[in-house]
């Protein structure tokens, strides 16, 4: 039967039909990803632990990043630091482990900018007391703050086995005033087009900011780059075109394959010895408009994340970012 009506059936009303069905799957797709998405992000009445340790670590890594700043103004932080101390009152509350590695190093990026700070004879009494009442039943370590780092010791590594070189890889938030050769840019393009993509479809595109007045309008719309964004020498921006993917299996697949690419481009660039800063690809629409407009980024192009590149100074600071125990899950 299915046969016939296929025979006696138009092929345009095949085709209509397929598009309907298409389309109602990626409508049902998207709401379950959004309905996902709104019930266990941030912010949905009282948090999780794993929430509340993200919250805090993306509250503390702003602390961290602030103390590799080569120009530190001194008092930074103010509305970060009152983020920080609540979530971790509030983390305290709920009840959860205070030898976590999350806690402590929160402690240790507080205790940081307070040794900082009391260095340079700034105030800080009160975040001294509210420190005094977060240590109590815990202790910290030296996971927070930042690592000082030379020119030599980065580019010695880039050439060394894998582990070492990518150990070896940070972001950088202060750079010389050498500019980035375009050819080592074309060579690290050439080398990071071996990322694999779904069926080698290479649906990624890379815009090379270097015009100062263009420059300025990446950092007025990228959230991540205050502070630091006017040392940076260009601004690589990173998009996958969802024009080469097909129905609501391959919904993600742009950001997938993009931000395959876009880790393989910073290694490719460190490889080349040139310094990054990878920057939030997460924008609002008016921020979108903006940079579509600008750079003549097409509507199918999803905006996978900036680069800040430049060349290394010799000596720097790099914030410790510090690692959690990977999750180790065997079935």
């Known amino acids: 039967m299915k046969e016939l009506l296929r025979k006696i059936t138009p092929n345009k009303v095949i085709d209509i039909k397929n598009i309907l069905s298409q389309t109602y799957q990626m409508k049902k797709s998207i709401k379950n990803d959004n309905k996902r ?13 794993s929430q509340i340790e993200a919250r805090l670590t993306k509250a503390y890594h702003s602390i961290e990043k602030g103390l590799s700043y080569s120009n530190i103004r001194l008092g930074f ?3 970060v630091l009152r983020s920080v101390t609540d979530l971790m009152f509030q983390y305290r509350e709920l009840g959860f482990p205070l ?59 880039t050439k060394m086995d894998f582990k070492s070189f990518s150990l070896s890889r ?28 779904a069926c080698n479809r290479q649906p990624w595109k890379v815009r ?11 950092q007025k719309n990228q959230n991540g780059n205050r502070g630091f964004g006017d040392f940076i020498d260009k601004f690589l921006i990173i998009t996958s075109d969802v024009q080469y993917y097909d129905g609501s299996r391959e919904r993600n697949q742009a950001n997938i394959d993009g931000g395959m690419y876009a880790m393989n481009l910073i290694y490719a660039l460190h490889y080349h010895e040139i310094a990054t800063i990878p ?36 000596h720097f600071k790099i914030a410790k970012s510090d690692r959690r125990e990977p999750i180790f899950i065997k079935y």
């Open 37 to 49: 998405f709104t019930r266990y992000s941030f912010d949905q009445g009282k948090p999780t632990y």
């Open 77 to 79: 932080g103010k509305d």
């Open 99 to 157: 030898e976590n590695h999350v806690y402590k190093t929160a402690l240790s990026n507080l205790h940081k900018y307070i040794e900082l700070h009391n260095k340079n004879k700034y105030n800080v009494t009160n975040l001294e007391k509210i420190f005094d009442e977060l240590k109590e039943g815990t202790s910290y370590d030296n996971t927070g703050g930042v690592h000082y780092k030379t020119k030599e010791e980065i580019l010695n590594a």
């Open 170 to 197: 940070h972001s950088i938030r202060d750079y010389s005033d050498v500019p980035v050769s375009d050819d080592l840019i074309k060579k690290s393009l050439k080398l990071a087009s071996h990322t694999p993509s």
């Open 208 to 218: 090379v900011v270097e015009s100062p007045e263009l420059k300025k309008v990446v």
């Open 279 to 314: 920057l939030s690809g997460s924008l609002t629409i008016k921020q979108e408009n903006n940079l579509r407009k600008e750079f003549d980024i097409l509507e199918s192009e999803n905006f996978i994340m900036f680069i800040g590149i430049g060349n290394y100074t010799d």
